[in-house]
């Protein structure tokens, strides 16, 4: 949290530590308001206040307590849980309470030690600001007062904090200054500079919250053909462990067009955030070109970190996130996993020894989670810029159970559902979206960008592929009992149709420098092939070739490999006009 | 240091103290018996006026009058490299009459959380000699790479034969002739191995120890045992002494460490067992609500730290309660762990040595740790078709006993044989059986050949022109090929 406020702590009260189990510690005689920041013990650890009964305060302590006795002291800062939002956010990682991790491993090492403050921006950076308005301009909360490029990608636009009264510029500056100096002078007397702090659990004011139409585009096949997520949306990925959550996620952070990726790693493997850390910086954004990280925010709570600060990373992340909407720009934020999160609520809630509900967890559960994603959205600023945050939450449900209660609310709530299948990862077909339990609500609010941008006839053949999958489910049924052969040709060869949609549309390989990243027109060109090969072949079962020989022309294969191909155009033009040589002659 | 003798209550495992001066929270505590014998617990809840204590070695013997003292510190590990070799008790104390160990330092047994910034992405393949696993669920530096198995099946004899033929590959580029005589002296390239044992038979425990010292293994490893009659409490503190330990060797005399923890479900049944004496709010089947948490703060201590020599590797071996992959131990474990090498009781039944269902495993850093310049450049390709070529098959044996094999197409009789030939030639290969990389990988061609080369679509066309068997008797030049390449 902010150094400024920590090293000039304003105590505003000061109590004793009662008792202290886990993260839970009770401090008696302190004066605090629900979710104000203390600092516990001798070592100052900074903790959350979320309960005041009577003369008794319960702390949430963001850090391990062990060692922490009785009767030590407990200061409270008066001020709610915060973040320090300005330049230099972005290719940055945090942890959940927006401690930079570089800072905290120069002070103290390869081991996370307690007790060490950092705050969330530079203080002493400096940054070229350049004002967008003069003197005797009127300007109000939210209105942009100037431009800082804060990385290669991103501009960023200094605003007036929407708790500002606003007022008329008296004094602007221009040049370099750090986040802290006095950029804007107000006649109320305000100063506004760079950074701003903003409560974690308190959403940041909009104008309203409009009905998204254009797509997150995040060259997936199978997100963007078949279950599409709109930006401003709001998606869940449940599935079992190895099943592939973290790959998908990855990938959106990696392809999707957002101008600015908010990645919380909540609760899960160190090795896995490292990964991120390590190939980021050298990988390219899709849009601008430059580095991913220029344009990503990192969030990382590792599952052996503080289990009170993976309750609070999402909270950090968001906040984070509106902060870019403000902007006016669109932000995608991924929280891997939400499950943990909800184990961290369930955790803190036991050890207050609160009545459980469903599995445990705590009756406000649902709320939480609500909450949270009601963030997410397509808005219209304060300040008349549009801004969208587009939430993806990966959820973990116990033994891939989706009627457990985190999976069960999470679907009341997000209009995407990306069901992710244990049995397809096996296989190794990935991404192990399911198609037949997935289900995107944002498909006719999209289809009109589809038509536009990029086929007119994207939502026939998008209900095509649909159908042809459809009746493959049907059927596998009956091929389960009779075997392939049993089935009449005009089966079998949808059958075989099917199966190249899911090998050469629905599998698109993370790993591949080309097939990774899908644009939506190769997208559609691969559907066009497959349903060439479709039309072709059913002619060519009409004109009386027994379907053996349609199945076994050797140009059918190469439908597999269009994802790989840098040069799609030119093969599937090929590839096309060889499935219909081939056919044609059989008749 | 206070002491007292104001106990109040003992109930199970706990004992709560009636105290005067605050105790810190998870602070060591020494308890004598009237008997004179002093067992160790640990504070688990500290209030002004009582604390509750954890007694490690259990609460027998113990009455009101027990005198009670606090350390006024968190429980340590004394660290030495002199604990290579040694045998100790689940708690730390030698059994095996060795002389008195002189600590470097002593450290504190719950260790700190890697900065994921200082971390290290682990991509260094790590050869086991096991073809399931190299070949299809690579094993690198760094990794918590756990063994899912059930009572009756042989994970001790595959986790035994990890520990003992886990190399580095770079150890071979260097000499390539003596290669196979080489490895198996090839010190530097060896593993440090650290055992925690927490809960198991005497039997199996000596089992394990025998094969140490055969093969001369227990010179470079740190045996902590705690044994199916030893106090369940203790199982607490065994795997953090034994990771702690790891930790000193790894991270600060550099070595490569391989941790085996076994098993993992009694620990998670003892942690249970304390929830349940505090009355704590139980989560799924009984277990605490914040045992993800609890098992996350021991298989994260596995990986690599940017600029640090050594490494921390797991291989953690739980057994499935029922068989059941959903139950929570294996599914919280699933969640933390990269990844799982999956036992199978109807391959056990067939005789496969190992039975490594490879469908269900899966780790998750093998994309980084292979391919050229690490294995082969056919690996990722080859591994991916065998997993898809595997499990088409596996899927039509079920169709097979309705239908039978007449039935079937030609193409779906190919799959049907490639399958059974998977199980019995690549996954079989016996414990003592040491198979190198590129063995593993020609096997995987072998097999592959039986399938025509427009079924390969996982496979880069480049590579199946350069490995794809031609012909059966062409095999054997495949291996040379790839040396002389590049």
Not at chain 2, 154 to 176: F, G, K, S, V
Not at chain 2, 237 to 253: D, I, M, N
Not at chain 2, 364 to 384: F, K, N, P, Q
């Amino acid at each position: 949290m902010s150094q400024a406020t920590q090293t000039d702590i304003d105590v505003v009260s000061e109590g004793r530590i009662e008792s202290v189990s886990g993260p839970v510690v009770t401090a008696t005689d302190l004066d605090a308001r629900m979710n104000d920041v203390v600092y516990v013990g001798q070592e100052g650890l900074m903790g959350e206040v979320i309960e005041i009964e009577g003369n008794v305060t319960t702390i949430q302590v963001y850090e391990e307590t062990s060692g922490i006795s009785p009767g030590g002291p407990v200061k409270n800062t008066g001020e709610p849980l915060s973040v320090d939002l300005g330049p230099g956010m972005l290719d940055t990682i945090y942890d959940g309470v927006q401690r930079p991790l570089d800072v905290l491993e120069s002070r103290m090492g390869a081991f996370l030690d307690r007790g060490v403050d950092a705050p969330g921006i530079d203080l002493e950076e400096t940054w070229e600001f350049t004002p967008e308005v003069t003197e005797g301009d009127v300007v109000e909360a939210g209105d942009i007062l100037g431009i800082v490029p804060e990385t290669k990608s991103v501009d960023h636009k200094v605003m007036v904090p929407p708790d500002s009264e606003g007022g008329e510029v008296t004094a602007v500056e221009s040049g370099e200054f750090d986040v802290t100096e006095t950029v804007v002078e107000l006649d109320s007397g305000e100063e506004i500079a760079m950074r701003q702090e903003w409560p974690v659990r308190q959403a940041r004011p909009t104008e309203n919250k409009r009905s998204p139409d254009r797509p997150l585009v995040t060259g997936q096949r199978v997100q963007d053909g078949l279950f599409p997520l709109a930006k401003g949306g709001t998606a869940a990925i449940p599935g079992p462990f190895g099943s592939g959550k973290t790959v998908t996620q990855q990938s959106l952070a990696k392809f999707s067009d957002a101008d600015i990726v908010v990645y919380i790693g909540c609760g899960e493997r160190g090795n896995e955030m490292t990964e991120v850390i390590d190939d980021f910086p050298d990988l390219p954004d899709p849009q601008t070109g430059n580095a991913l990280m220029a344009r990503t925010c990192l969030i990382a709570n590792t599952s052996n970190m503080p289990v009170a600060a993976r309750e609070s990373c999402v909270y950090t992340g968001i906040t984070i996130a509106e902060f870019y909407r403000d902007m006016g720009y669109d932000v995608a934020l991924m929280a891997d996993s939400t499950s943990r999160w909800a184990e961290a609520m369930r955790e803190i809630s036991s050890r207050l020894e609160e009545m459980p509900g469903e599995e445990g967890y705590p009756a406000y559960l649902a709320a939480r989670l609500a909450q949270f994603y009601e963030r997410a959205g397509l808005f219209e600023n304060i300040n008349g810029t549009e801004g969208s945050i587009s939430a993806v939450g990966a959820v973990s449900p116990p033994g891939g159970d989706f009627s457990e209660p985190v999976t069960q609310n999470t679907l009341r709530i997000v209009k995407t559902f990306w069901a992710l299948d244990a049995d397809l990862a096996e296989r190794r077909h990935f991404p192990s979206i399911n198609w037949t339990e997935s289900y995107s609500l944002y498909k006719d609010q999209l289809d009109p960008w589809f038509v536009e941008n990029v086929a007119e006839d994207w939502p026939e053949v998008r209900q095509w592929a649909v159908d042809v999958l459809d009746e493959e489910s049907e059927l596998q049924e009956i091929v389960q009992l009779v075997g392939k052969d049993a089935l009449p040709d005009d089966q079998q060869l949808t059958l075989e149709v099917a199966r190249y949609l899911r090998e050469g549309f629905l599998q698109q390989n993370a790993f591949h420098d080309v097939d990774q990243f899908s644009p939506p027109e190769k997208s559609y060109l691969i559907w066009q092939a497959i349903k060439t090969f479709n039309d072709e072949a059913f002619a060519a079962l009409e004109a009386g070739v027994p379907v053996e020989e349609i199945t076994a022309i050797d140009a059918a294969p190469r439908l597999n490999r269009i994802g790989t191909q840098e040069d799609y155009e030119a093969y599937v033009e090929e590839l096309q006009g060889d499935i219909e040589d081939q056919l044609r002659e059989k008749y | 240091m206070k002491e007292y003798q104001t106990i109040t209550e003992i109930s199970g495992p706990l004992v709560f103290v009636e105290i005067d001066e605050p105790v810190g929270y998870d602070e060591i505590v020494e308890i004598e018996t009237p008997g004179g014998e002093v067992k160790r617990g640990q504070v688990l809840e500290s209030q002004s006026g009582i604390a509750a204590i954890q007694v490690f070695e259990g609460t027998t013997g113990i009455d009101r009058k027990a005198s009670v003292r606090f350390l006024g510190e968190t429980m340590k590990m004394p660290v030495t490299e002199d604990l290579l070799g040694r045998v100790l008790d689940g708690s730390g104390e030698p059994i095996d009459g060795g002389p008195e160990i002189v600590p470097e330092e002593r450290q504190d047994i719950v260790g700190a959380a890697i900065n994921p910034y200082a971390r290290e992405y682990p991509e260094e393949f790590i050869q086991t000699g096991v073809s399931a696993v190299d070949g299809m669920n690579t094993l690198v530096r760094g990794q918590k790479l756990p063994i899912f198995s059930a009572s009756g099946l042989p994970h001790n004899d595959l986790a035994l034969q990890i520990a003992r033929q886990a190399t580095m590959p770079e150890a071979e580029t260097d000499d390539d002739s003596t290669e196979e005589e080489a490895t198996d002296e090839e010190e530097g390239s060896e593993f440090a191995v650290i055992f925690g044992a927490m809960g198991i038979t005497a039997e199996e425990a000596n089992e394990f120890i025998d094969d140490f010292e055969r093969t001369g293994a227990l010179e470079r490893s740190v045996v902590f045992m705690n044994l199916a009659d030893d106090p369940s409490v203790e199982r607490q503190v065994t795997p953090r002494l034994a990771l702690t330990t790891a930790e000193y060797l790894a991270f600060e005399k550099g070595y490569h460490v391989l941790v085996i923890l076994t098993d993992m479900t009694n620990y998670c049944e003892a942690l249970r067992e304390i929830g349940a004496a505090r009355e704590e709010v139980p989560g799924r089947r009984g277990y605490p609500g914040y045992m993800y948490t609890d098992l996350a703060q021991l298989y994260e201590r596995a990986g690599r730290i940017k600029g640090r020599e050594g490494s921390v590797t797991q291989i953690p071996i739980l057994t499935m309660p029922g068989d059941d992959d959903t139950h929570p131990i294996p599914d919280l474990t699933g969640y933390i762990t990269e990844g799982q090498i999956m036992m199978d009781r109807e391959l056990n039944s067939q005789g496969i040595e190992p039975p490594v269902n490879v469908l269900p495993s899966l780790s998750r850093l093998m994309d980084d740790g292979i391919g050229e310049g690490l294995t082969r450049e056919d690996h990722a390709d080859v591994s991916d078709q065998m997993y898809a070529a595997y499990a088409e098959g596996e899927d039509l044996r079920d169709l097979v006993n309705i239908v039978g094999r007449e039935a079937l197409s030609e193409r779906d009789n190919k799959f049907l044989d490639f399958a059974d030939r998977f199980e019995n030639e690549f996954v079989q290969q016996g414990y003592q059986n040491n198979r190198d990389i590129g063995e593993t990988l020609d096997i995987g061609w072998e097999l592959l050949g039986m399938l025509p080369k427009t079924e390969l679509n996982r496979i880069d066309e480049e590579l199946i022109e350069k490995y794809y068997p031609e012909d059966e008797s062409e095999t054997s030049e495949e291996a040379v090929g790839v040396e002389a390449d590049d």
